[in-house]
Each structure stands twice: as structure tokens, then as C-alpha cells.
């Protein structure tokens, strides 16, 4: 995808006892995956769709600042910052849209009528303390978990006429991209820990469309999971 690349309302949090989940760590600091996934077209000869999960930001130490939008704490984004902060996590996900060009809206020369790409995620953060020596105690963990998280808009990539403009002016596909920075969570520890987030996993994502000129009533699923 071409390399150009605020905040919507929260889904629902669940607080819940850690309860044989198990969210993969990608060791200390920042943990970072990327993963792809093809999704084909929901009907023959449509529009299929490569997701791509990568940019997760796992925070450890936990210890976010609701009110920074700089440094190694900050939970807020700045103008143009279409990324997961370091004090408060997130992930990014790409779409790439895939026989646009032979739609007929496409090869008629419309313009969509869509507006803009919606995307959803049910996601499970996994909290909890780090002894002294760095290792996490699971004794301590426990789970956030958002069903249909909002996935907000990176820039003007979500606009659906956006797309069918690199379309038509590029030799690769270009589809629409989103980001997720969460709000901050209290992770509270015994006496010598330090909080932590041990992992993200992120599932049953969602993106849609509503255009009956080129892309139609359309929706890509795909389960995952996807983990950081």
C-alpha cells in the first residue's frame, strides 16, 4: 500500500478474571506483530480483501498519562497522529481492496456514494503486575475486554473515493486503513510490582461499505485472532 497514511466512542468494557485465556508476549516494552489475512469476495466476481494487524503496542511498564500527548506516557494523539500511543497501546489495521477495477461502477466512470469505510473489532487487553525480577505474575492478571471496538479513521484513507481515485492513478490496489488507541485502564499492584499489559488479542473484525455505485452493500469478516 502507498506509505501516506479523534477518538470515537468506546465499545463496551468488561472487566473479567483471566480465565485460561492465555494473550501472547512478545517480550518487554512494546510488543509489535504484524499479520495478514485474505479475505475473499463476499460474491462472485466482487471486490475481495487482504487485512493487515501490525503496530500493536503492548505496554510495559503500564503507567499511562491520560493528559500527555508526548513522551513515553502519552495516550493522546496530536494532529495527523493516526498511531497507538506508547503510555496506553493500540493497534493499526490495514485493508487492501482487490478487483475494484473490474466492478461496473468502476468501468463506468462513477464516483461512490459511500462516504467512508467502517470497521469494528472485538478486543481483550490482559493486565496485571511484574514481580521485581521482571517476569508477570498471573496471579494477578486480568482481562478488558471491548466487544465491537470502533477502529477510527486514519486520515482520508477510510473515504471511499479516495480508494477509487489510486485506482484509477496507481498500478496497486489501495483500500481503506484504521488505528485503535485505547483510553487508560487502572492496573493496581501489591507493594514491589510494577503494572504491566501482558498481551492483546484482537477478534471478529468487521469492515463495511454502504455504495451502490462502485463497492455495494458490502462487508468483509474475517475471525482472526490476531495477537500482540
Known sequence: MGSKRVSAAPGRLVLALLAGAVL???GPGSARATTTVDI????EGGISATVKFYGAVVPRPYNPDPTAYFGD???LTVYHDYN????????KLDV???NVRVQPGYLAGLSSVGGRFAAYAD????FGCLRADGTFDHGTSFVVRTERQPLLDNYFFTESNYILDWDRNHADDEGPRFYVNYAPVQVTCPDGMTPAQYGLKVTDVT????DPNVFGRTTW????PFYA
Not at 207 to 210: E, K, L, P, Q
Request: charged share 10%; net charge positive.
Open 207 to 210: 469492515v463495511s461499505i454502504d
Open 96 to 98: 487492501i481492496l482487490h
Open 73 to 75: 506516557r502519552k495516550c
Open 24 to 26: 501472547v508476549l512478545s
Open 123 to 126: 478486543t481483550a487487553r490482559t
Open 40 to 43: 475473499p469476495a463476499p460474491t
Open 221 to 224: 469478516t474475517t475471525p482472526g
Open 84 to 91: 497507538a500511543t506508547p503510555g496506553c497501546g493500540g493497534f
